[in-house]
């Protein structure tokens, strides 16, 4: 007996294919090609998001194996709306590209929730027994 159906994994993997074709559209352009005056920043966060990319692609094929990548998703996103992009809303300042990611952040936020096995996540990431700490004792 699995603990997800089948339709729950191709859902999974929906969600791995959406975000990996996404970053690979929109992050890895400059990463391949950039100016030797990128901010600092910049090419951090286009590293970081195209690791997540290539381990999307990854959770394509084992879908449970790398819910975490999914988990990091729904949380950096939920806090970059909740912290900075509800902000800027209310006050107005949502300039086009910050519009943009705000748009992003939402869609992919919904999208997360919507895929994600909540039950086994709940199960396996929450509620169960922890690694141990020290090596068994002889």
């Known amino acids: 007996m699995s603990e997800v159906s089948i339709l729950r994994l191709y859902l999974l993997r929906a969600g791995y294919v959406l975000i990996a074709v996404g970053l690979t559209v929109m992050i890895w352009p400059g990463i391949v090609s950039h100016s030797d005056s990128l901010p600092h920043m910049n090419g951090v966060v286009r590293s970081l ?53 705000f748009s992003n952040c939402v869609f992919g936020i919904v999208v997360v929730l919507i895929v994600l096995p909540w039950g086994y996540v709940l199960r396996n990431f929450f509620m169960s027994t922890g690694d141990r700490w020290r090596g068994s004792i002889s």
Request: include cysteine; aromatic fraction near 16%; hydrophobic fraction near 55%.
């Open 49 to 101: 998001l195209g690791a997540v990319c290539l381990l999307a692609y990854l959770g394509i094929r084992y879908p449970l194996k790398m819910l975490p990548i999914l988990i990091f998703e729904l949380l950096w996103k939920s806090i970059w709306v909740l912290a900075f992009g509800l902000s800027l809303w209310y006050h107005g300042s949502l300039d086009a590209d910050t519009g943009e990611t």
